[in-house]
């Protein structure tokens, strides 16, 4: 990553008046405070410089805020991304009245600018990574209309591996990708080319550099020199060695952003017959029938007979000899993502499998169905369970190509857009017959499509009022889906 320009630096007492707007021109701005908070929330046609929202009955002067939660040898700690409060905000009729007052912070700070650019770098011995807080404005000289586009950005980077792994790259591939095609919508074609070479360099170098054959490997790379403040109380004195690492494993989620990009039906990140091998080999050596003889020194969500995908496997050996916490784990947040991307390769018994496995963990006897325990009760990553309705019904919709997609296969099924949700019976005879229903909102798509089978162009909009659209759809599949719908 460029390094951004520096024209001044900021520190200690010269923190306190700072405050970067960041927002389009004429849309609204909130605030980067010269110690990392977000002050001046001046986002409703009103000035309101010193405003920030802050709950009032509680936690009094809770704001708005991020932070950053670290676990080093059992010793946990969360830091709210803000450097030391001056000591002029300490007292008050009530105590100290700064926003997150209560709140462990990084003790240096240090506030760099080059407008419309700027960043806060937090630093803190007693905190295993540094920060750095990157704002910018959308300010294009010359250029109302990007100018002013209503978008304040924010990026906060921390560093906490060695070396490229197939879990973030895939994320990032994602977002390259996603970035792109939102560039694309709103007109912005240079910088949807820049984010798709980008990507295109990025899975290049993923399938030439990571794929072993059977799955995508984490290559450790290691720097030849680390700052302190990244490797405090963490890592190791043997770089060449360091602890907490992935390395030659077969990884649960080494595809995630793969499947988060099915989703959203942005296609393939990197070679399909890749991701496809790579699914199997996880299925093959990350699938375990029963845990009577495996040792897990961490957290047991899967116990005897119960079966599993495990977080982790060395199937070609080269085991770190201190990998990273819990690969000998199974957590069900990261199966049902698996399971998901299994269904969406078309590895229907394998996902089925995955999830028959999780539900007869919990099965309301030994665990509680409702309750999917992981780093915690009612954790959110299982979530995920709900994207293998999608995997499963291939229900895809887009707002702005404003279309609908679904698998050819008969049945009835939900579907969901954000701003309606209804069902969608399917049923196939000489054609594919096809009841689009909204139950609330309203549905508003040019265009439905069963995959590779055809399309129903100018579908009406639909509400309450008219709740359903009957149309057929030839049954011969066709390369251009251009079949007119017919209402009956």
């Not at 018994?349 to 999917?372: A, M, T, W």
């Amino acid at each position: 990553m460029k390094a951004w320009p520096v024209l001044k630096c900021y520190t200690g007492k010269q923190l306190r008046r700072i405050a970067l707007p960041v927002g389009g021109i004429g849309t609204g701005t909130v605030s980067l405070g010269g110690r990392g908070n977000l002050q001046d929330w001046a986002i409703m046609n009103t000035p309101a410089i010193g405003y920030t929202p802050v709950m009032t009955k509680g936690m009094k002067n809770t704001g708005p805020f991020f932070a950053l939660y670290t676990e080093t040898k059992g010793q946990k700690k969360t830091t709210v991304l803000e450097g030391a409060l001056d000591t002029e905000d300490y007292d008050a009729s009530e105590g100290s009245k700064a926003v997150n007052h209560g709140l462990p912070r990084f003790r240096h700070c240090e506030f760099a600018s080059a407008y419309p650019l700027g960043q806060v770098h937090l630093k803190d011995d007693e905190v295993p990574l540094d920060v750095t807080i990157s704002a910018f404005n959308p300010l294009i000289p010359g250029d109302s209309d990007r100018s002013g586009i209503p978008v304040a950005i924010l990026t906060y980077t921390l560093k906490n591996n060695y070396g490229p792994n197939p879990q973030m790259q895939g994320w990032y591939l994602g977002a390259l990708k996603s970035a792109s095609e939102m560039a694309k919508a709103i007109g912005d074609n240079d910088f949807s080319v820049r984010c798709l070479r980008l990507y295109e360099k990025g899975s290049r170098y993923m399938d030439e550099e990571l794929f072993n054959g059977e799955y995508y490997e984490h290559k450790i790379e290691v720097p030849k020199k680390i700052r302190r403040h990244l490797t405090h109380d963490m890592g190791s004195d043997d770089l060449s060695n360091p602890i907490l690492q992935l390395g030659a494993g077969c990884l649960v989620d080494q595809l995630v952003g793969q499947y988060m990009s099915h989703t959203l039906g942005l296609g393939y990140l990197t070679k399909e017959e890749n991701i496809k091998k790579t699914l199997e080999s996880v299925m093959k050596y990350n699938y375990k029938e029963n845990f009577h003889n495996h040792f897990n020194h961490m957290r047991s969500y899967v116990l005897g007979d119960e079966s599993g995908l495990l977080m982790a496997t060395y199937p070609r050996g080269n085991r770190p000899d201190q990998p990273f916490p819990y690969f000998n784990e199974v957590m069900t947040g990261f199966e049902h993502s698996t399971a998901a991307h299994m269904l969406y390769e078309g590895m229907t018994e394998s996902g089925l499998k995955v999830i028959e496995s999780i539900r007869d963990r919990y099965d309301g006897h030994k665990r509680n169905p409702f309750d999917e325990a992981e780093c915690g009760h009612h954790y959110a990553r299982a979530m995920a369970a709900w994207s293998e309705m999608l995997a499963v019904t291939g229900f895809y919709f887009s707002a702005v190509k404003k279309e609908m997609t679904f698998t050819a296969q008969e049945g009835q099924f939900f579907w969901s857009t954000g701003y309606a949700w209804g069902t969608c019976s399917i049923s196939k005879e000489d054609t594919w017959k096809v009841k689009l229903s909204v139950l609330f909102g309203d549905l508003s798509i040019d265009s439905f499509t069963l995959a590779s089978i055809g399309s129903c162009v100018d579908v009406p909009k639909l509400n309450k009022q008219k709740e359903f659209y009957s149309f057929e759809i030839a049954s011969e599949p066709v390369k251009e889906y251009k079949t007119s719908g017919k209402i009956k």
